[in-house]
């Protein structure tokens, strides 16, 4: 079965930078593209940005470029993404979601969802 | 970006049937999909492109619309389907979520 497991939670000062992962499993990792959200109980949801496993290629929301920088491993399977330049702002639960793939092509809905991952951005 | 509209809250008896709406700033044509998230939990994908229903998915929930106006429905509600429920569009850039319907039973 498909499984997207995130790392653990996150405490990390300001000024600092972090890096998720997610690993995958249970499919095939290229097949199909990995997505990055962000939920607080202020802002809600918020889309972050996509990744094709098997080129690299990504696409950012504009709110968040500069911010986070998705990458993959494909040798384990693994997304990841860092985000930089932290503040209390970007303390949320980030999560990997996966989606078919080509957003153009063939929409971008979120069947399987990682856990979660806890960021807590304090001094 | 578009803005998707929810109402904040509903209160329903079990084996009652409830809709949720809603609504996008500008057109999605039917690429809204809706969630639900329970506390603690990463949300659940429900329905996909405004009317499909994922996979394992009781068919007490459906979804319909296009455009800018969307609901999902809940038919008969029972006890567990109590959480919040979000939309989210992919039609337009970036993808944006609505702000969720927290669903009480009574």
């Known amino acids: 079965q498909v499984q997207l497991q995130q790392s653990g939670a996150e405490l990390v000062k300001p000024g600092t930078s972090v890096k998720l992962s997610c690993k995958a499993s249970g499919y095939t990792f290229t097949s199909n593209h990995m997505n990055w959200i962000k939920q607080t109980t202020g802002q809600g949801l918020e889309w972050i940005g996509i990744?094709?496993?098997?080129?690299?290629?990504?696409s950012y929301n504009v709110k968040f470029k500069g911010k986070a920088t998705l990458t993959v491993d494909k040798s384990s399977s693994t997304a990841f993404m860092q985000l930089s330049s932290l503040t209390p702002e970007d303390s949320a639960v980030y999560y990997c979601?996966?989606?078919?793939?080509?957003?153009?092509?063939?929409?971008?809905?979120?069947?399987?969802w990682g856990q979660g991952t806890l960021v807590t951005v304090s001094s | 970006d578009t803005v998707l509209t929810q109402s904040p809250a509903l209160a329903v008896s079990p084996g009652e049937r409830v809709s949720i709406s809603c609504r996008a700033s500008?057109?999605?044509?039917?690429?809204m999909h809706w969630y639900q998230q329970k506390p603690g939990q990463q949300p659940k994908l429900l329905i996909y492109?405004?009317?499909n229903l994922a996979s394992g998915v009781p068919a007490r929930f459906s979804g319909s619309g296009s455009g800018t106006d969307f609901t999902l429905t809940i038919d008969p509600v029972e006890a567990d389907d109590t959480a919040t429920y979000f939309c989210?569009?992919?039609?337009?850039?970036?993808?944006?979520f609505g702000a969720g319907t927290k669903l009480e039973l009574k």
């Open positions: 492109k405004a009317s």
């Open positions: 989210q569009q992919s039609w337009n850039d970036p993808d944006t």
């Open positions: 990744i094709n496993p098997g080129s690299g290629g990504t």
């Open positions: 500008e057109g999605v044509n039917s690429y």
């Open positions: 979601a996966r989606s078919r793939g080509n957003k153009q092509l063939y929409g971008n809905w979120f069947a399987y």
